[in-house]
């Protein structure tokens, strides 16, 4: 078992308190922030998807594995977040209305920070109109949205009929991103670009603000 298996497992497993300390020990002894992410703790996440997709597991189960990958994050968040980079532009981000999954958007936040973006958000079950407001309020580049259900994804397009309405839309690119989402959504419903994971979304944002 490499060590990061480790906390693959304690994601798996829940166990918050062993994660949050094997997190830390592994910070303090000087791993990369984003590798202990990368290889420690999204594939435990990955493991619960596919067991609870399988039946293996149910809720409960589901719900502790989530607390142990927050408490991981909450300690990597000021070090991945952390940048003294003049803003290099402005980013409205949260999950759409009806959806309470938070991981991923959290970590595309953190990413994005971390690569010198200034980024707002917003939270999850955000509706249309607070991405519109928020995004005339921080004078955004970008806006954002995650969403994890197929239920929610046509809550994207609500969001950008309303930054249409409020005839903002050519100010700001939209960025999507979550489980359902993809490419060639991205193109049907009018968004200007789909990331599948934060490193992605970091070259994307890039490239849609320079272009
Ligand atoms: Co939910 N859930 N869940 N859940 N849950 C899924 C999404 C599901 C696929 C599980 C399954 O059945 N196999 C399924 C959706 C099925 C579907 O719609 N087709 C599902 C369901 C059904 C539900 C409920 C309806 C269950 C119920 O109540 N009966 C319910 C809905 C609640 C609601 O939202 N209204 C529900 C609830 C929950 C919990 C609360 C228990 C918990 C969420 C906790 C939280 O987020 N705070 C939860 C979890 C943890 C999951 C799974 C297991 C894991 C999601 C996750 O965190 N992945 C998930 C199964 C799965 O995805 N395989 C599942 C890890 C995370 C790092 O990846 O979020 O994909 P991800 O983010 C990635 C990329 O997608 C991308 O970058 C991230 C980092 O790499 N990305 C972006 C994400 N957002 C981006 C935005 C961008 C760019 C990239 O730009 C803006």
Redesign the pocket.
């Known amino acids: 078992m490499t060590a990061f298996e480790e906390l693959t497992d304690m994601i798996i497993d829940g166990q918050h308190t062993a994660a949050s300390e094997w997190t830390q020990t592994a910070i303090d002894e000087g791993f990369n922030p984003i590798e202990v992410m990368d290889k420690g703790?999204?594939p435990g996440?990955?493991e619960?998807?596919?067991r609870?997709?399988d039946g293996e597991i149910h809720?409960p189960e589901?719900?502790i594995?989530?607390r142990a990958?927050?408490v991981c994050m909450a300690i990597l968040q000021p070090l991945i977040g952390e940048s003294n980079a003049i803003a290099r532009g402005t980013i409205v981000?949260g999950?759409v209305k009806?959806?309470?999954?938070?991981?991923?958007?959290n970590?595309?936040a953190m990413m994005l920070e971390g690569a010198g973006y200034r980024v707002h958000d917003l939270g999850?079950?955000v509706p249309a109109e607070a991405f519109v407001n928020a995004a005339e309020e921080y004078d955004a580049d970008i806006v954002?949205?995650?969403?994890?259900?197929?239920?929610?994804v046509p809550m994207m397009e609500s969001t950008i009929q309303a930054l249409k309405d409020a005839e903002i839309r050519s100010q700001v690119k939209v960025?999507?991103?979550?489980?359902?989402?993809s490419d060639e959504l991205a193109k049907q419903i009018g968004a200007d670009g789909?990331?599948?994971?934060?490193a992605?979304?970091v070259d994307?944002t890039s490239n849609l603000i320079s272009s």
Do not use: F, Q
């Open positions: 703790m999204i996440m990955d619960i998807g596919r609870w997709k809720m589901v719900l594995a989530a990958m927050k981000i999950t009806g959806d309470l999954h938070d991981i991923g958007k970590i595309v999850n079950d954002g949205m995650s969403a994890l259900l197929t239920t929610t960025m999507i991103g979550g489980a359902p989402v789909y990331a599948p994971d934060g992605v979304a994307l």
